[in-house]
């Protein structure tokens, strides 16, 4: 039955984002990949889960799933595994080859086959009834065939032992942390077993039920029994003809290995004793590329890539690397700049110029992109000695050459390079009212020293405060950093907008988001960043934000950078007078014009909200999709009709969104157990 619910599969290549480094600190105790070579420690399973918190973060948010769902069939199949595997690694010498590989290969499995899974379309001719029953199965099913995929290996891989090797784990009995706990093992230690092959294919589904449990396999047949049959064909590696979910598991599990071997797993070859260091250094690494800390071949960057080398500038990166550190407490790693490239270079991980003593360490590098505007600039900077293992993608070369430490007129360069570069002489005219000529529009400064807005008293306050600066001073463009959606709503290109500002990305937003300032689309409340195409380039990142952004940023609707219908809207409110009419009256004309094509424009959507609200009512009297009363209104599933009304209205759904604040006592979205609906009152 089930293979006329789901329809045919997304072949897209799976290209997963780069593993997401820690934000909590982990105990000293606990080993990450790679492993401590002293016996791993029985530690309690729900610290196991914390090291992967955001992993599963990113589970919760894939599956879509109340809360309800996830801890009973997500999480708690979760921590079956994490009791059941422990810290054991996932290979010898392969992928994933340290304390807690296992675990986190089968995590990283599990979210990817899911994303996948999420593309597994239901096709339209069945109630929507029937999706809600058959929705949240299919991704539970999916999830817990790659979680299981090598649940076998600690059968057939490897035996484990107490320090003395006189008490053993049957892993036929019980999972290895309660084995631990009752024979008061605080340390166990690995035996691999010869000739190991692919046994534990054979083997992983007498082990599945233990994870899975009874009341979810019950469930998940409750759905359609045909999602039980194709779970348990993955997880024993069998998969019939119509099975849908076993090539979902083996192109995650691919794209796992393949990540790990190539960017990971081969740099610790001959570093299996001791604390993993590297990997952890270069965690933080990637981390700040990711998260645009670290940019590239850019002004401002800390990381350039020239004639084939990829150079980090130091001390500064490393002074955001210990940054990083000393923040989240993380135990072993060294503290200072200088500490951490001692590592770096002792673990060839990055190379240092000549015999390394003092400033003649450093290269002296003059990227083209900086020359052009400050000739003379020099960075002082590192060489990573293998690109791949801090890029996922190498960009394109740029020009710019070696500097010798004896050139003479150099700058000091102490200070972060942008700062230089954003200090240049400004050139705005103060002249408070410039003389009006063939066009004038609305004044661009709205400064939130004219509105009830005020600037926070904290870091967020000060970075917004240089932004609002850069912008009256002419120092940065604002067209090319902000714009404003088909709903009105101001987006500020990310992260672009705060470039060295000395803040992390994902703070910026934490701090956003506390405060109420960021609009979020309800049909994707956890997704704080979106893309959005601009005119015919590439599509830009942005997020969305309240009106009292733009009001500190002292940005007016002429300097920003529109849609087309807003741009033509925008046109409308231009004034073109003569020369000899005073500022004043060109103000005062402008701004009537402005009344009147605001009027015109709340009259238009208003007719649009009339539209979609007969069409939902419509849909709903014809049966074609269920409704549920509550409170004197309508709730309708958003999934239902979201097809339909871009069928009938001719509208986005961002448009459709933004009906919901012209009048929200009539029409607006609430959601109810992770569904997003629309209400409707007052209607018929």
């Not at 029937?130 to 057939?156: M, N, Q, Y």
């Not at 710019?400 to 003479?408: I, M």
């Amino acid at each position: 039955m089930l293979r006329r619910v789901i329809g045919k599969e997304d072949e897209s290549v799976i290209d997963p984002s780069p593993i997401p480094m820690l934000s909590n600190p982990v105990e000293e105790d606990i080993p990450r990949y790679p492993p401590f070579m002293k016996g791993l420690p029985a530690t309690s399973p729900d610290r196991l889960l914390e090291t992967q918190w955001e992993l599963i973060g990113q589970i919760q948010e894939s599956g879509l799933a109340s809360r309800e769902i996830f801890d009973q069939y997500y999480l708690s199949p979760l921590r079956s595994l994490a009791s059941y595997v422990h810290l054991l690694p996932a290979s010898e010498s392969h992928h994933h080859r340290g304390a807690g590989g296992l675990f986190r290969h089968a995590v990283e499995v599990a979210l990817w086959s899911l994303q996948l899974g999420d593309r597994v379309l239901l096709p339209g001719d069945q109630t929507p009834r029937r999706r809600r029953e058959i929705e949240p199965r299919w991704h539970v099913a999916v999830f817990l065939s790659a979680l299981c995929h090598d649940i076998g290996k600690p059968i057939t891989d490897l035996k484990v032992t107490s320090q003395d090797g006189e008490k053993s784990w049957n892993p036929f009995a019980e999972d290895l942390y309660s084995w631990a706990s009752a024979n008061a093992v605080d340390h166990y230690f690995l035996h691999w077993r010869p000739n190991r092959g692919r046994d534990h294919t054979s083997v992983s589904i007498l082990l599945a039920e233990r994870i899975i449990g009874r009341n979810t396999m019950g469930w998940i047949y409750g759905g359609d029994p045909e999602l039980v049959l194709w779970m348990t064909e993955s997880i024993a590696c069998q998969p019939s003809q119509t099975n849908m979910i076993h090539n979902l598991v083996v192109r995650s599990d691919q794209v796992s290995v393949a990540r790990d071997m190539e960017t990971l797993g081969s740099v610790f070859a001959g570093y299996d004793i001791g604390v993993p260091v590297e990997r952890m250094l270069l965690d933080i690494m990637r981390r700040l590329v990711r998260e645009s800390t670290w940019t590239v071949n850019v002004p401002g960057s800390r990381l350039w890539f020239m004639e084939g080398h990829l150079y980090l500038v130091w001390p500064i990166a490393g002074e955001e690397m210990a940054a990083v550190i000393n923040r989240e407490k993380l135990p072993g790693l060294p503290r200072t700049p200088n500490s951490i490239l001692d590592m770096l270079t002792e673990r060839k991980l990055a190379e240092i110029k000549g015999d390394g003593s003092g400033e003649g360490r450093y290269w002296q590098i003059a990227p083209a992109p900086l020359t052009e505007k400050i000739p003379h600039i020099r960075l002082t900077a590192i060489r990573i000695s293998k690109p791949s293992t801090v890029l996922d993608q190498l960009p394109v070369p740029i020009a710019g050459r070696l500097v010798d430490d004896k050139a003479s007129a150099i700058p000091n360069q102490d200070q972060n390079p942008s700062e230089e570069l954003n200090v240049l002489p400004n050139q705005v005219p103060n002249n408070p009212v410039a003389p009006v000529t063939k066009a004038v529009s609305v004044p661009t400064e709205c400064s939130s020293m004219n509105t009830g807005a005020s600037f926070p008293e904290d870091e967020l306050g000060v970075l917004l405060k240089g932004i609002a600066e850069d912008f009256r001073a002419g120092r940065r463009d604002r067209k090319k950093l902000t714009y404003l959606d088909e709903t009105g709503v101001l987006c500020l290109k990310w992260p672009d907008i705060i470039k060295d500002r000395g803040m992390e990305s994902r703070a910026v937003l934490d701090y956003l988001g506390s405060r109420e300032w960021l609009v979020v689309d309800p049909m994707q409340p956890f997704r704080r960043v979106t893309e959005v195409r601009v005119g015919i380039g590439a599509p830009w990142k942005v997020i969305r934000v309240q009106p009292v952004l733009r009001e500190l940023l002292g940005i007016s609707s002429e300097s920003i950078k529109k849609l087309p219908g807003v741009q033509k809207a925008a046109a409308e409110t231009k004034a073109i007078v003569t020369e000899e009419i005073s500022p004043k009256l060109a103000i005062m004309q402008i701004a009537e014009t402005e009344d009147a094509n605001a009027k015109r424009l709340i009259e238009k959507k208003m007719k649009l909200l009339d539209e979609v609200i007969s069409v939902l009512i419509e849909t709903v009297r014809g049966k074609s999709v269920d409704a549920i009363e509550e409170e004197g209104g309508l709730l309708i599933a958003v999934s239902d009709v979201e097809a339909i009304l871009k069928n009938r209205v001719k509208v986005s759904r961002a448009q459709i969104l933004g009906l919901q604040r012209l009048n929200p006592q009539r029409f607006n979205t609430v959601e109810r157990n992770r569904i997003v609906y629309f209400r409707l009152t007052n209607t018929p």
